[in-house]
């Protein structure tokens, strides 16, 4: 197909580009960038909309080999259009985890063929996540894992970390790293502070995030390896990565929607969709992330997606298992918390959520330069909308039900094929005839 995307504001931060401008696609890239393109296309009104680099999810549960209750590949990478993402980065803590050659082809193969959009499997770093020994990190890396992270579980052994550091630097591909004490954590289910104290729950501090911060930033500069520490939540966390950087360290992080927009205030309503891990920390490391965000200590948005079935998540709090939906709110999230409040501007943003995070997992896409994949999304930072309990996910554990927000993705192309449109008619179903008696 043939396309041409006009009349809209198009910004892409891979080339500083923010300018009316038309994007013609053909063949599944993009083929020219400029202004009053040719017409022989199939036409996109993008009037009122601004043009951008498709979303790439740095860390996203698609649940798929093994939990297919709570997601598959199928109906997250559906979700992922709907926010507006292209791509997404699949963890490795499936049943069984993608700690073997043959979960990373199955993946692969059914983001082929039932996937809308492109996922890249991250392969884990210790075999079965019990981080007891290597998984074969050359084995799948060559079948087309682009990370590797025992996510869900901390890798507690600092010699099998720095054993998979220097595996990992030599494959060229980073190690992604949940940061937490479980010593420290002890069966915590929120922020321990003040919130903790007053609702009679055990808390999780700070601390059991930081401290392992700092040690694997000490064993990345040891190796030479690159560090990405996933859903970084705290202010000594943001501070020993900003440091380790400016000392010369391959550190790179991502933050979440939810760290940014709450705070652990909320779980005053026992709310099981405010149970996730990290959990949401105080006022003060919710500031400190959106000064690491306006400064450039954080590198990338991750969604930290993870899909739970309804019956799990409803039950006591202290029960409830970890985690949180966020593909389909997470652009309109982080456009009311940063950039209608001014911390960030829209470009900036984009970067945030595209161009940095195929630049950090050396991915493709994240640009709308000729030549690259047309992987596109189009936004309409305007209009207002209220998050409702209906997700193309599996699931509906979101901590936003009921919010008003502003901006919204009103269409995603993957390959140069439309794979989500917000304006497409909607063909209501066929009335059942009725039987015969």
């Known amino acids: 197909m043939t396309v041409l995307i006009h009349n809209g504001r198009v910004i892409d931060p891979s080339q500083r580009l923010d300018s009316k401008v038309d994007i013609l696609i053909e063949d599944g890239k993009i083929s020219e960038v400029g202004k009053k393109l040719r017409q022989t296309a199939e036409m996109i009104d993008a009037t009122g909309l601004v043009v951008v680099p498709g979303f790439i999810d740095l860390h996203t549960h698609l649940r798929e080999p093994g939990q297919e209750h ?28 993608n700690d073997e050659r043959a979960v990373t082809e199955m993946i692969i193969a059914e983001a082929a063929r039932n996937g809308a959009c492109r996922v890249y499997p991250i392969g884990a770093v210790s075999r079965a996540l019990k981080g007891e020994e290597l998984a074969e990190l050359a ?13 869900g579980k901390p890798v507690s052994n600092g010699q099998l970390m720095r054993r998979a550091m220097e595996y990992a630097s030599m494959l060229r591909m980073p190690v992604i790293a949940h940061e937490e004490d ?16 007053l609702l009679g729950m055990s808390g999780i501090p700070a601390a059991s995030e930081e401290t392992m911060v700092a040690r694997d930033v000490i064993l990345a500069r040891m190796t030479g390896a690159h560090l ?29 929607p939810h760290h940014i927009a709450l705070g652990d205030e909320t779980v005053q309503s026992f709310s099981t969709n405010l149970k996730m891990n990290p959990p949401l920390r105080s006022e003060e490391h919710r500031k400190a992330l959106l000064e690491g965000i306006a400064d450039g200590t954080v590198d990338a948005i991750a969604t930290d997606h993870a899909p739970h079935h309804f019956d799990e998540k409803n039950v006591e709090f202290d029960l409830a298992p970890f985690g ?43 640009t709308l330069r000729a030549g690259s994949p047309a992987d596109v999304t189009l936004l309409d930072p305007e209009t207002r909308f209220q998050v409702t309990n209906t997700f193309r996910s599996k699931a509906s554990n979101s901590p936003f039900i009921g919010e008003m927000l502003h901006g919204r993705v009103v269409a995603t192309i993957v390959g140069g094929v439309m794979k989500y449109d917000l304006r497409a008619p909607v063909t209501p179903p066929r009335p059942k005839p009725k039987r015969r008696r």
């Open 324 to 366: 949180v939906i966020g593909l389909e709110t997470a652009f309109a999230i982080c456009h009311d918390r940063l950039v209608r409040e001014r911390v960030i501007d829209l470009p900036r943003l984009i970067e945030l959520m595209s161009s940095a995070p195929a630049r950090i997992f050396n991915l493709p896409g994240g």
């Open 182 to 197: 479980l010593n420290l954590t002890d069966g915590g289910v929120m922020h321990e502070g003040f919130h903790s104290t």
């Open 228 to 256: 990405h520490v996933a859903h970084v939540s705290t202010a000594g966390a943001i501070a020993a990565i900003r440091e380790a950087r400016a000392s010369g360290v391959h550190v790179t992080c991502e933050v979440t």
């Open 70 to 97: 709570k997601e598959t590949i199928a109906t997250g990478t559906r979700a992922a259009v709907a926010g507006g993402y292209t791509a997404v980065c699949a963890m490795a803590n499936t049943f069984p985890p």
């Open 139 to 151: 084995d799948l890396r060559a079948a087309g894992c682009v990370g590797v992270s025992d996510d």
